[in-house]
Nanobody, 125 residues
Framework: QVQLVESGGGLVQAGGSLRLSCAAS????????MAWYRQAPGKQRELVAT???????NYADSVKGRFTISMNNAKNTVYLQMNSLKPEDTAVYYC???????????????????WGQGTQVTVSS
């Protein structure tokens, strides 16, 4: 069983930065990939970024060049560094973990076995 706990959300002005963290309760070496998804009010949950244990990454077009996902195996934690934030980045951000190998460019929400409770990110204009 893997438990995921997100932190780092909050309120920030447009152009600012936030760093989200997702701590996994079990050894990160049992996890093949992790991802950040987000869900804005009235919208479907969408992929933000994915990272595999082999350090392959994938980003949504809307965040490329602004967000960076990284996995720290020693600390069982995945990070999402968010820079140049925009009001449209406002959403609840969820961390997800996959125990099986995934196709980093084609993974869907169904490929992930565990989800965190979410952390709110609000970007004011």
């Amino acid at each position: 069983q893997v438990q995921l706990v997100e932190s780092g959300g909050g309120l920030v002005q447009a152009g600012g930065s936030l760093r989200l963290s997702c701590a996994a309760s079990s050894s990160i070496f049992s996890i093949n990939a992790m991802a950040w998804y987000r869900q804005a009010p009235g919208k479907q949950r969408e992929l933000v970024a994915t990272v595999t244990r082999g350090d392959s990454t994938n980003y949504a077009d809307s965040v490329k060049g602004r967000f960076t996902i990284s996995m720290n195996n020693a600390k069982n934690t995945v990070y999402l560094q968010m820079n140049s934030l925009k009001p449209e980045d406002t959403a609840v951000y969820y961390c997800a973990a996959a125990l099986r190998p995934i196709l980093v460019l084609a993974a869907t929400q169904d490929d992930y076995d565990y989800w965190g409770q979410g952390t709110q990110v609000t970007v004011s204009s």
